[in-house]
């Protein structure tokens, strides 16, 4: 069973960073990709990032983009997501998934097959 524990997450004032750590565990399986997702109050959970876990390409969403970024470290089975310049509207629960199937893109929620816990972000104006 595979397992992820995000971590990394807090309270930060606008234009401040936190950088995003997701452990991965329990894997027999090679990921195609791992991305990460936020869910805001009231709000369906979207996509922000993903990352191919073997080749390293990267996709962002247009919100995230120039500030946020992805990366993992294959040998520590680990993902990051550096985020820069926060704004309010980043503020939501955010989670990493692991994806073990191939799709063209890795953007929807039904691409992943694994999820962690969730971390909280809040950003104050």
């Known amino acids: 069973q595979v397992q992820l524990i995000e971590s990394g997450g807090g309270l930060v004032q606008a234009g401040g960073s936190l950088r995003l750590s997701c452990a991965a565990s329990?894997?027999?399986?090679?990921?195609?990709?791992m991305g990460w997702f936020r869910q805001a109050p009231g709000k369906e959970r979207e996509f922000v990032a993903t990352?191919?876990?073997?080749?390293?390409?990267?996709n962002y969403a247009d919100s995230v983009k120039g500030r946020f970024t992805i990366s993992r470290d294959n040998a520590k089975n680990t993902l990051y997501l550096q985020m820069n310049s926060l704004k309010p509207e980043d503020t939501a629960v955010y989670y990493c998934?692991?994806?073990?199937?191939?799709?063209?893109?890795?953007?929807?929620?039904?691409?992943?097959?694994?999820w962690g816990q969730g971390t909280q972000v809040a950003v104050s104006s």
């Open positions: 998934a692991d994806a073990l199937n191939y799709y063209s893109d890795y953007v929807e929620t039904t691409n992943y097959d694994y």
């Open positions: 329990g894997r027999t399986l090679t990921s195609y990709a």
């Open positions: 990352i191919n876990w073997i080749g390293g390409s990267t």
